[in-house]
């Protein structure tokens, strides 16, 4: 329902003079690897988190933020309803909303009717509330269809917030740590695909060298351990032990989790802790470890998977987060689903007598449809409807269709075309599917792959789990998958190519007809017009149509005419680094070793143990309670309190927290033999009150907790040895240049391409280009090709060919802005690049050069490793043929980056270290570096490089 709104308010956005992401938009568009659904979903998450400063959908929808141009004085309604809304925002804003149309119908026709008559008796804020789930946080619902790349998009999310985040620590919009939520029936297919976020390379939406630093600081942990055996003298919940081991201040923390460890995970809790008295914070605390300690993590934001199945009654996880968000630690909630509506339809009370009832979940901020998927990137599928046969013979006939269509398709990159078939229950698979396709159809065994949770009756080998995992890979030769139960959603196997539905499923969800049809629907190779097939009885071929029509909008009918659109226009390149005999760079480059050493033979633990006691108040902050009237605040009484705090305390189980909390690196053991110093310590940060033992909260346990174990440690230093070593390096990786996907800065365009290429091989003066055209006009005009004349006469020299010898090494430049091509081509003109006999080379495109500085920061004595720096351009002047004499090193970033903290590290480090270092390795100045912004005038840029290009390259 809103996701068009939205749209439209976007895309204002886009192109306003307001929008702070175009240029970074344009690279991401510009890098070409995500599709444009992700793109499109990027542009919404960005405009929500920014424009709409990550406020609640109901607190932006009742500020008018959404309102359209809706023109109350044009509307046949009272005068008193009309004074009423354009003094209302929150009710001009519902007002409007409920006019919005589906199809030639209003959205809430009862609803507009009665704010008309009676504008007044609405509580308009508490309606809209109702509308978006009475959240008091941002929660967006992304809806994709599958195979558009949910999980890639999930990665995008994350580093896109990191990044932000970086730039601006203290801006609360953007999380500095992400729990992916998995609904609890998901746990096997989906955990798996999750892991490809440990893959994704953010440079494809974070420019370098942000990109690099932050992949280095995501660490990514899913949580699914089991639990420790009872009589094990181990922590019971390992996966609490990991939230808890980055707590308190974690930064690029990513963690996935079963929605069901934290909704009904429990621990056992001894006797003792039964007898006290506790609250009900205290006892869910106890109750569930897992869900306490997430609760705690700093500017946390949740990605809710399949997030269709989290609105569930009986999971009940927006009451979890509900619970997480009073602690003030959500940043926002974003869900993602391809199907995003309930089971049934939700009741919204809008006011007496008013009810919405929907079945779309209401907070879709993005829609993508299943339609334009497959027109775009998703396998053409053909479905085909068997009326008045058996399971069997829909088996049958769906095999011998595939075997025909399919039987010897291999993939790109050798994976084989796959069959899944979908039973309706284990004893079906077994005893019916199974045998039949060995005796009656003659189908190799070894060619099938059986798999499902099992029964009392039926179990499989462990090896069927592994064969499911590797089915996507080119050594897995299963070509008949036989499923039960698995496989519907998150299941991510992009050779599967048909899927035969042969009986009605026993699934209660109305959207598993749809979630199995679409799994072989998934893109194997970009660019590729790939097609599949789904066969299905006449049931479940009504159940999918009707699917179809309420969540896509669409119908079988539909999908079958469908034809593919364009593919990919992708641009061609070349290499020119043998015309142009480009010689390798050489120069030096820091290496750093590093080498942990111990400063004791022990842990000396008694002494350290003892000088933490020594110095117990610095752990300690002073409570103030000021007592004063409202006469006159500046007077009045100032008490010190001794002791506060409200939290029960027992050394043991004190002790037992040090230990656990160490990850096993210090047992309970190691503690209990320095009991006497302990107790000591306890007795200063306890206090007794009512006969009760509470913990003194003026002191930071956590703080102290941590300086104890360190006291059971040697302590070491590190220790590094510097070294400058020599290094050499082409500009241009050949093996690494393939074609890219066209966009506006590609440069140069294509016709100059082809002909620097051309006159690499025929070099023509001017006069010999000119004779030729008049030569092949006058065939023309000979053989009557009349209308060919003018295309030839039109043919020129374009101007870049004059300079063609000194630049581009490859053809045709990928930059990722329009400030890098236009600076190149103006670099060209300038009259001392032409008369100092220089070269110019863009070097900026990750991936296919050498060319890379390691850099390192100076932190106290010791030199820290901060990334890899590519330059954007390389200016050089040879001595030789074969020889570099010197280089400019040039850095042309967009306004947006000036101030990213990455970039300025590793900047400061080239200008000074690296240079300096070249400087006395060489015996002169080799290299010198210029960073120019786009925000300056071209010609400002420009006279900053000529004066460089004079006091560099004067020798």
Known sequence: MLNNIILQKRNEWLHSADCSVKELMAYIKNRGYLRDTQ??????YLFLKIQGENKPLWQLFSEGFFAGNLDLSALNINQEARDYLQNNTAAHALFDFSRQKIGKTSLLPNLEKMIIENPTQFDYIETIRNIFYGVNYSDYLMSLPMGAGKTYLMAAFIYLDLYFALNEPGNPHFAHNFLILIPSGLKTSIGPSLRT???????????????????????????????????SNKARNPNAQKVNQCLPNPFGQVFVVNAEKVILDRVEVSDQFKLIERTDDEKDQYANELRDLISKIPNLTLLVDEVHHATSGDIKLRQVINKWNEKGNITTVLGFSGTPYLSSAEIISLSVGEVLKSSEITNTVYYYPLTTAIEKFLKKP?????????????VKQGIEDFDTKYGNLIYNGGTIAKLAIYCSNIEMLEEEIYPYLQSDLNINPNEILRFHGGNNQYTLPKENGLEFNSLDTSISRKKYILLVGIGKEGWDCKSLTAVILPQKSKSSSKNTIIQTTCRCLRQVAKGNDETALVWLNRENASILNSQLEKEQHTSIEEINNLSKKGGTDNVERFSRMDFLKLPKITYYQLKIKYQSVEEEKNANTREKLDKILQNINQYKSVAVVTTTGLENFEAGQIELLEKAGTNFANYNTWIFSIAKESLETTTERDLHQFDEEFKEIFKVITFIKNNQTLFDEQYDLYTLASQIRVCFSIKKYLKTDEEIIPKEANL?????????????????????????????????????????????????????????????????????IEQKDRTFHLLPYNFGSGFESKFLETVLKLKKFKDGNLEIYFNGERGITEFVINCFAKKGKYWQNIGKYTTDFLMIQRSSEQTIYKALIIETKGEVYANDKSFIKKKNFVETAFLSQNEEKFGYQKFDFLYLEDSNNLLDNMAVLNNKIDSFFKD
Request: proline fraction near 6%; charge should be negative.
């Open 39 to 44: 793109i499109e979903a990027i542009e919404t």
């Open 197 to 231: 976020i440990e893959k994704f390379d953010p440079s494809w939406v974070i420019p370098e060298p942000s990109a690099s630093e932050l992949k280095k600081q995501l660490h990514f942990d899913v949580l699914d351990e089991q639990k420790s055996a009872k009589k």
């Open 382 to 394: 053909e479905l085909k409807i068997a009326d008045n046969l058996t399971h069997l013979q829909i």
């Open 732 to 800: 241009l990786i050949v093996d690494k240049l393939k074609p890219v996907e066209n966009h506006k800065d590609i440069y140069p365009d294509k016709e100059t391409v082809e002909q620097i290429l051309s006159f690499d091989k025929n070099p023509l003066s001017t006069e010999d280009f000119n004779r030729q055209k008049q030569d092949r006009i006058l065939q023309l005009t000979q053989e009557g090709r009349f209308e060919e004349i003018a295309k030839v006469a039109g043919e020129k020299i374009y101007p870049l």
